[in-house]
Nanobody
Framework: QVQLVESGGGLVQAGGSLRLSCAAS????????MGWYRQAPGKQRELVAA???????NYADSVKGRFTISRDNAKNMVYLQMNSLKPEDTAVYYC???????????????WGQGTQVTVSS
């Protein structure tokens, strides 16, 4: 089985920083793109940032210049450094990864359980 487990969420004041981590584990052969999504109450889940296996990145306009996504391919981990946080960044943040697992034979998209980020004004 493949699992994605996020950590690092919490409560922070506006202007503060948080670093989210996501660890992929299980019978993994390879991981392609990895990313972070978020969902605020009453809103649709949206892409925050994504990173390819080779390190190319993509960001939502709302977080450009404030958030940085990175990954450690050797450890099957992806990170999201969030700086200059704003109250509108408050949401549940989800890790996502496109993974080729041993028993599946095809690449599937996996999701973590989510971690709450709350930014107070």
């Amino acid at each position: 089985q493949v699992q994605l487990v996020e950590s690092g969420g919490g409560l922070v004041q506006a202007g503060g920083s948080l670093r989210l981590s996501c660890a992929a584990s299980g019978s993994i052969l390879s991981i392609n793109a990895m990313g972070w999504y978020r969902q605020a109450p009453g809103k649709q889940r949206e892409l925050v940032a994504a990173i390819t296996k080779g390190g190319s990145t993509n960001y939502a306009d709302s977080v450009k210049g404030r958030f940085t996504i990175s990954r450690d391919n050797a450890k099957n981990m992806v990170y999201l450094q969030m700086n200059s946080l704003k109250p509108e960044d408050t949401a549940v943040y989800y890790c996502n990864a496109d993974i080729l697992a041993q028993i599946m034979g095809v690449i599937r998209s996996f999701w973590g359980q989510g971690t709450q980020v709350t930014v107070s004004s």
